[in-house]
């Protein structure tokens, strides 16, 4: 019996794997020490967990345990990154590139530095959402000290050539950081080969709780180092102090022990019905896939219906948990700043909506979906203006639009 | 954001959607709004030449749900009302029946200007001076 409403926003979160939910639950209420306490059972037993959990983590990501920093999510992480790279390597430089299309964890981040004394290059991505590489690589300065990339944008599923940027970091002397949020543990990420010295990931988009997350930070070749934000106890090798959160962290690991081994099925099962789903979409008239198709993560997918407006079509799928470019939460609409940064009208990117299956998405609720976002587009377009224009032959930008 | 029942039923089951002949003389249209800003309305009237009574009422709208109630609720109101009627809807009227919040009031506002330009346009082309100076809410 399908359950209602369907819940297809997994790039915004992930219901907890009941297996990461029972590994978790003895450390709450049993093994509830500080996993600092040097001097008892309670605490040793913590310690334990969390170096437990540590391996887990590292071996998703083919990274040595000493090199995860545990923080509260992905967006300490960003902020620790960017923000202790910035502070630590003051005396190379204070030049940082990233992308329009990053998360706010990211350029809000770089918007703080700028008061700061930084010079952050934001760089802007082809109509496909990827980075070209040569346009990276001119944008490098002899003051450039970081570049921080994402790995699998968050609304187009976008995946960006890591390995080669890794390469030309590495190449240019320059420390190299991915949000890796959307993509670890859904697509083979390797620090090693893709050569990151940074990367931020969190528990809760891949099936684990939310409030844990994880920096890498590089030991060897370079030994990267990053200026803690929060002053305490120098927790995490003095990068982040602060308790460990132990349940969590133990979750954390249960979950990327999973995703490293169902990865490859999993992969391929959501790939197929992301797939079948796209297909039927995009067959509705007017319809586009925002991002490249090629390089994507295999659960996103980012379609706009022209002729219909986002907010009336979030409503008439309400059955459905899905996101949508626009956010009309006030008279002047917002569109996606990553759906502009694409080259798309307001008009494209206010009638977008995002889906994200997940581990416990079934054939069944893609059916469903195929079925009410066609109904609802049918239905909208019926009594949109826009569209009767546009089946006229009338073209819309002729049209002396009254603003308002 | 939670939508009150009426703009659900309006959204579900829209009065009025459709489209008037609008080379015809007694036909006043109405297109307001822009699609860079999500919201587009099209409504229209048609004028009864002998009684000057609003016998018809259409509309179609591109916008979110507020809008597309806001629009279905003026066409309702508009039928069998006569010109002089129809001005004095004031958006503040549709705000109340339908219980938008504040941040869906330009939607209410937009019905109303849609109602004005539509009015203005079967006077203009009657021959008869615009006699509604557009209302200006911002």
Redesign the interface.
């Known amino acids: 019996m399908l359950k209602l409403p369907v819940y297809l926003d997994n790039n915004s979160t992930t219901q907890v794997d009941p297996r990461v939910f029972d590994t978790m639950t003895p450390y709450f209420l049993e093994v509830y020490g500080n996993a600092a306490s040097k001097s008892h059972s309670f605490g040793w037993a913590g310690e334990e967990a969390v170096d437990y959990a540590r391996c887990q983590i590292a071996s998703l990501i083919g990274a040595n345990e000493k090199e995860i920093i545990f923080t509260s999510g992905a967006t300490e992480s960003n902020n620790l990154a960017i923000k202790g790279v910035f502070e630590m390597y003051a005396s190379k430089g204070n030049h940082i590139i990233t992308l329009t299309t990053e998360h706010k964890a990211i350029l809000d981040t770089c918007k703080h530095l700028e008061k700061s004394g930084a010079e952050i290059s934001y760089l802007s991505v082809a109509e496909d959402g990827l980075i070209s590489l040569e346009t990276l690589e001119a944008a490098i300065k002899p003051t450039t000290i970081l570049i921080s990339i994402m790995f699998g944008n968050n609304e187009l599923g976008v995946v960006q050539p890591i390995a080669e940027i890794g390469a030309m970091c590495k190449k240019h002397g320059v420390l190299f950081h991915s949000d890796a949020t959307q993509a670890v543990g859904k697509i083979p990420v390797d620090v090693l080969t893709d050569g990151i010295d940074l990367m931020s990931f969190t528990a809760h988009k891949m099936y684990g709780p939310k409030g844990v997350g994880a920096l890498y930070v590089r030991r060897k070749n370079p030994r990267v180092k990053v200026t803690a934000q929060m002053d305490g106890g120098g927790h995490e090798r003095g990068m982040r102090s602060g308790t460990l959160n132990v349940p969590g962290i133990v979750g954390f690991g249960k979950a990327c022990e999973i995703a490293r081994l169902e990865m490859a099925d999993e992969y391929l099962r959501l790939k197929k019905m992301r797939d079948r789903l796209e297909a039927a979409l995009l067959s509705i008239e007017e319809s586009y896939l925002n991002g490249s198709n090629e390089h994507r993560l295999p659960h996103t997918s980012n379609i706009s219906f022209k ?6 079509l979030m ?1 008439g799928v309400k059955d459905i948990a899905v996101s949508s470019g ?1 956010a ?6 917002e569109p996606s700043y990553v759906l502009k940064s694409l080259g798309l ?3 494209l990117a ?1 009638s977008s909506l995002r889906f994200g299956l997940g581990r416990f998405t079934t054939e069944e609720e893609i059916d469903f979906t195929i079925k009410t976002v066609k109904e609802a587009v049918f239905k ?1 377009r ?7 224009m546009f089946k006229d032959g009338i073209d ?1 930008k002729s ?1 002396q ?4 | 954001m939670a939508y009150s029942e009426k703009v659900i039923d309006h959204y579900t089951n829209p009065r009025n959607i459709g489209t008037l002949d609008k080379s015809q003389k007694t036909v006043g249209t109405g297109l307001v709004g822009a699609p860079e800003c999500g919201d587009v309305m099209r409504l229209q009237i048609m004028v009864n030449e002998e009684t000057g009574i609003i016998q018809d009422a259409k509309f179609k709208t591109f916008g979110c749900g507020s809008a597309i109630a806001s629009s279905s609720l003026a066409t309702e109101w508009l039928k069998g009302k006569s010109i002089n009627e129809a001005l004095t809807i004031d958006n503040m009227d549709i705000v109340e029946e339908l219980a938008l919040p504040p941040v869906k009031i330009h939607c209410s506002v937009l019905a109303e200007d849609a109602i004005r330009s539509a009015i203005n346009d079967y006077r203009s082309k009657n021959g008869l001076e615009p006699l509604v100076s557009e209302k200006t809410h911002y």
């Open positions: 002729y219909v407006e986002g907010e009336g409503m626009s009309c939460t006030s008279a002047s609409l009208d307001d008009e206010h909208l019926e009594m949109s203006p826009l569209w009767e819309l049209i639009w009254s603003e308002h």
